[in-house]
């Protein structure tokens, strides 16, 4: 009997799970509480429920930390202080143009610490297009549903002869106005964390569907009676209302970086005359339209359920910073002159980041938006001299290198158009000869990296080593690039030839990357362990193997392909030790690595993501195959603490999504994605043109990761690598995996992906 029941069970999960991929509602496997668990001293994530539409202007959050703390929520915390527009894209860059709003009753409070209200996760229910909570000190459930630029709230009050609505505009300048006729709040908040020009605003419009009994402006935590407007340092509004039990109140709030008047054209333009339902409806959709143009299918409903959660993190950043204006033309703001100029602009992004997976991303599933991206980045040019590396929503200064260019060769040789590459071109050479407005934009170092081939450890350049590797890899880059564009020999031949300045900073003692001094000699004493230094959040364990380019070069250095392999093998067979003797604590990527038990393995942090991949460059894609499954299966679940380090910005949940379709883009500037080994039985991926390209691995499982051989539109395949063309055309690959590895699929040098070494 027991028997029977077991089978019976395993038959119903199998049609129930067949069923949700063939008519599911993709966005309910999605979980935006993942990765919230988190805090300064250990990340899960560092992400927020981000209640918003893919790529859009602006996101909600319920806001559980003091106003202007990058740690706006956390899954541990007992209490919402309210619900917060929000552009933050990481903790450690914050927020910008960020206002709340708080539903109250009984008596007024407006101290946010004295309004915030207790809330259980049991009474919170978090997806991308809707977010719904109850308020337990007021008796109060809010929803939300976004739109790109606007949203509705729906609040349903308890019996209340003094139910409120307060808007906090926050402090650092902000302006508010009440119109009590017109059933409207109206103001802007200047509130920032950086990199926004003098006259950065963000202009808000609330427009409620019930008069108001009361309205009143206020200043920090005093109500100023009988006001209705205020301009002040910390200013906010609050509205009320005579209440029946259950009674709802709608909401309708949309904002604009332009005008009041753009506020209130994005306002009726995307809400209209919608019900909270209908856009709670068209937000569902937008997310299923994304969503499904990925289906995987496979019997563990977990693995599903976090490759989706991934998948909605990848589809947020880089934000939409631009506006269609009254002609329903394409205007923007500009974060970097303060002027309202034509055209597309992005931001909140760290290329540092996401030049690794999550662009390559855009490059194969997303070319339109690409090219939109591409246009935002040559008027970032135009607007600033220089091309963003962190922009949040201007430049920020934060992390290094010259990733800019890593975007523009790859979007530009996967045949993206629709931009001005020339422009683009001339910024990232511009790059090569100077260091921007901030240490993060241009190069900083470039003299001496020109001159010497590399960045002096001695010359009070911080992260030296980890500059040299990054430009050497954006020279590259460059190279390719001026290839498309048919430039002089000589100009290729000097990228090409920068490009292998990572040759200089290899210690042939030690085997691993070295700082070394503006004399030549290497800085003394060494420590491969030591993190930061001549490092960027990690250390010569983990910046070795950024060497994108030339892989083979690589091996050679190391001593050949069996010495590469077992130095790869070290990275996983040493102890977690670390010297954090830079910092003078363990910063929280130290801990996060330290307590992962994959020996010195830092996959929360981006250095090292692409390095399994590796494996296969000397002839060891089995070992490629194991790791990226045991990262997948240790290291990411769709649960609070479901991350190993920060999220940033999609590049940790691009790592996933890209991992478990079986390839990943180890050398963006090239065509070819490395194969590991694909989680799901059958993945399909649905191309912009609507041509479908299936991955199918039917015998997957969490034993049967080894691939023992591969057809590519049914002809036999034993390259370790796909190509870009392949995938966009449509057709098929099959791996036949089974639970041994094969020492002959993928062995032979010809199978190996691209490196500048042949």
Known sequence: MKKLLTCLFTVIASLQLSYGQGTANLVDYVNPLMGTQSKFSLSAGNTYPAIALPWGMNFWMPQTGKMG?????????????????????????????QFAIMPITGKLKIDEEARASWFSHKAETAKPHYYKVYLAD????????????????????????????????????SYVKVLPKERKIIGYTTKNSGGV???????????????????????????????????AAHVGAVVGFKTKRGEQVG???????????????????????????????????????????????????????????????????????????????????????????????????????TFRAVFPFFTLMYPTLNAHIMEGLANAYDESGFLPEWASPGHRDCMIGSNSASLIADSYIKGIRGYDI????????????????????????????????????????????????EYAYADFCIAQLAKELKKPQSEVDLYLKRSQNYKNLFDPETKWMRGKNKDGKFQAPFNPFKWGDAFTEGNSIHYTWSVF??????????????AFVQKLDTVFK????????????????????????????????????????????????????????????????????????????????????????GFYPVTPGTTQYVIGSPLFKKATLTMEDGKKFTIEAPA?????????????????????????ADIQKGGSVQFDLTGKPSKSWGTKPEAVPFSLTK
């Open 422 to 469: 020339n422009k683009l071109y001339e910024a990232i050479l511009k790059n090569t000869q100077n260091a921007g407005p901030v240490s993060s934009v241009g190069r900083f170092g470039h003299e001496y990296y020109n001159e010497l081939g590399y960045v002096p450890y001695d010359v009070k350049i911080n992260e030296n080593a980890a500059r040299t590797l």
């Open 549 to 562: 380019q030339d892989v083979k070069g690589l091996i050679n250095l190391v001593g050949g392909r069996e």
């Open 69 to 97: 703390d990058g740690w706006a929520y956390m899954y541990d915390a007992e209490k919402i202080r309210g619900f917060k527009q929000t552009h933050q894209p990481s903790p450690w860059i914050n927020d910008y143009g």
């Open 574 to 661: 040493l102890p977690p030790v670390f010297d954090d003797s830079y910092y003078g604590f363990p910063i929280h990527e130290i801990r996060e690595m330290q307590i992962m038990n994959m020996g010195n393995y830092a996959h929360g942090n981006q250095p090292i993501q692409h390095m399994i991949y590796l494996y296969n460059y000397a002839g060891a894609p089995d070992k490629a195959q194991y790791w990226t499954r045991q990262v997948m299966k240790r290291l990411y679940q769709a649960t609070p603490d479901g991350y190993c380090g920060d999220e940033d910005n999609g590049q940790t949940s691009a790592w996933y999504v890209f991992s478990s379709l």
């Open 138 to 173: 007021y008796d109060v459930t809010t929803e939300i549903a976004p739109t790109e630029r606007a949203a509705q709230f729906r609040i349903t009050f308890p019996k209340a002869d003094t139910s409120y609505v307060l808007l906090d505009a926050f402090d650092r300048g």
């Open 251 to 353: 909401i309708k709030v949309a904002s604009s970086f332009i005008s009041p008047e753009q506020a209130e054209l994005n306002l009726t333009r995307e809400l209209g005359n919608d019900s909270f339902d209908a856009t709670m409806t068209k937000g569902e959709q937008a997310w299923n339209t994304e969503l499904s143009r990925i289906k995987v299918e496979g019997d563990n409903i977990d693995q599903i359920r976090t490759f989706y959660s991934c998948l909605y993190r990848v589809l947020l950043f880089p934000r939409k910073f631009y506006e269609m204006d009254k002609a329903n033309k394409v205007v923007h703001y500009s974060p970097y002159n303060g002027e309202v100029r034509p055209g597309y602009m992005f931001t909140d992004n760290g290329f540092w980041d």
């Open 197 to 231: 020009p003098a006259n950065f605003k963000n202009y808000f419009v609330l427009v409620f569907d019930k008069p108001f009994t009361f309205s009143s402006a206020f200043h920090g935590k005093t109500l100023a009676k009988d006001t209705l407007e205020l301009s």
């Open 700 to 724: 997957s499982n969490e034993s049967n990761l080894y691939i023992q051989g591969a057809k590519l539109n049914g002809k036999s395949y034993d390259k370790t690598y796909l190509e870009h």
